[in-house]
């Protein structure tokens, strides 16, 4: 079992780290490290159904890295101890040129969501439209939870609420062609891969579809 992966140098340690620490606001849980072919994709999970009858989106987040080596892995790990790995490093080898070595916490078992996985080829264009799109219908679908939710913090009626706010159309986009969930937004703006210069290319295999900007991509499972 690989024991840790190579980042080519330290501009590539920090925007794992942004990443993780993003994700991590979201849903303090596991990410998905896939390494291959010189290339690390990292699979953060936003938004997961909880149970069959559930109707809310799997949407994922995923950031692509490049490797210094081409070992091929595929692990699932705590966030925060992969986090607690990146700052040590930071501390360490910031200033250092060159490729880090990070080592890998351990591995996580049973984790639901990253037994659903995305294609890694396949993916047929459908369109683009404007990033405002997204960020629209995630400060309004913020905006939309808060209120209903109000002060009640039961996780049940927390999550019935986020499930029917984000399992909605994309607004914006019913004529677009492709359903895409109101949640591929708040997965959006929450990792910061949305401004409002950007274009969204959209794309679809199967039951999923997927967001790609300059700052990463959204996966949605539809």
Known sequence: MVQSFSLIDAASLGDLKVYLGRAARVDNGSVRLIGGLGVLAAYTAVLTPKGLLDRTPTVLGLRTFALA?????????????????????????NSVAGPLEVPL??????????????????????GSFDARVLENAARAGIAEVAAAVGS????????????EVWGRQLPGLEDFGTRIPAGAAFCAESLGFVKRDDEVSVYEAGQWVRLTTRRGHVLARR
Request: glycine share 8%; no cysteine.
């Open 152 to 163: 009640e913090t039961g996780e049940q009626l927390v999550h019935r609420v986020r499930s």
């Open 105 to 126: 916490p351990p591995a996580e078992t049973g984790v639901a969501w990253a037994g659903i996985s995305p294609p890694r080829g396949g993916w047929l264009p459908v």
């Open 69 to 93: 080596s081409s070992d091929v892995f595929d692990m699932i790990v705590s966030i925060r101890a992969l986090l607690d790995r990146l700052a040590q490093l930071s501390v360490l080898h």
